[in-house]
């Protein structure tokens, strides 16, 4: 069964650069039965997706987050990763990734989170 | 850019009862829609796809239909787990995926 687990700095200063990986266990994220997402949700309030990146390795982004964000894929260790640059308190929250299947476009399996915290 | 609107914020209801939720796109999604159960301390969890599909394992309680623009999520007959946050997700414009903000089901 497919596993995924975020991990992250827990608290980051205002204006640096965010890094978080996604370990995934139980498959390959080579698969083409999946793409990769991440997805952030702020103390309180709804979901936000960031973006996806496909087998081929292309990405898609939010266009609201204004090309801050980067994702990547690490097939020989079995990472996903997340960058997002110029962070500002706006940015903190609870990332999660996830799994979009490729038959339902859905966002089928989740890891359960990494909290970052933007403050000086 | 497709926005998703649901209502209501909250409802509050009791065990047993059936309960309608809405989710109403800006533009036409078809039936690239989804619903995601949320309970608190947990990752989301999907429930329905394609508008109507219910995902693996999900109880047959939870139903949804619509099309276009217009979505409801029933659960015919409230459990105590069902008490969450359910958030709508459209993914017509796929890549680009949206969320709704959310209706919380709370207990009466």
């Known amino acids: 069964q497919l596993r995924l687990q975020e991990s992250g700095p827990g608290l980051v200063k205002p204006s640096e650069t965010l890094s978080l990986t996604c370990e995934v266990s139980?498959?390959?994220?080579?698969?083409?039965?999946?793409?990769w997402g991440w997805i952030r949700q702020p103390p309180g309030k709804g979901l936000e997706w960031i973006g996806s990146i496909f087998y081929s390795g292309t990405t898609s982004y939010n266009p609201s987050l204004k090309s801050r964000a980067t994702i990547s894929a690490d097939t020989s260790k079995t990472l996903i990763s997340l960058k997002l640059t110029s962070l500002t308190a706006a940015d903190t929250a609870l990332y999660y990734c996830a799994t979009m299947s490729v038959d339902s476009n859905t966002f089928d399996s989740w890891g359960q989170g990494t909290l970052l915290i933007v403050s000086s | 850019e497709r926005v998703m609107t649901q209502s209501p914020a909250t409802l509050s209801v009791s065990p047993g009862e059936r309960v309608t939720l809405s989710c109403r796109a800006s533009h036409s999604v078809s039936t690239s829609l989804a619903w995601y159960q949320q309970k608190p301390g947990q990752a989301p969890r999907l429930l329905i796809y394609?508008?109507?599909t219910r995902a693996t394992g999900i109880p047959a309680r939870f139903s949804g239909s619509g099309s276009g623009t217009d979505f409801t999520l029933t659960i015919s007959s409230l459990q105590s787990e069902d008490f969450a946050v359910y958030y709508c997700?459209?993914?017509?414009?796929?890549?680009?995926?949206?969320f709704g903000q959310g209706t919380r089901l709370e207990i009466k």
């Open positions: 139980g498959g390959s994220i080579s698969t083409t039965i999946y793409y």
């Open positions: 997700q459209q993914y017509n414009t796929w890549p680009q995926i949206t």
């Open positions: 394609g508008a109507s």
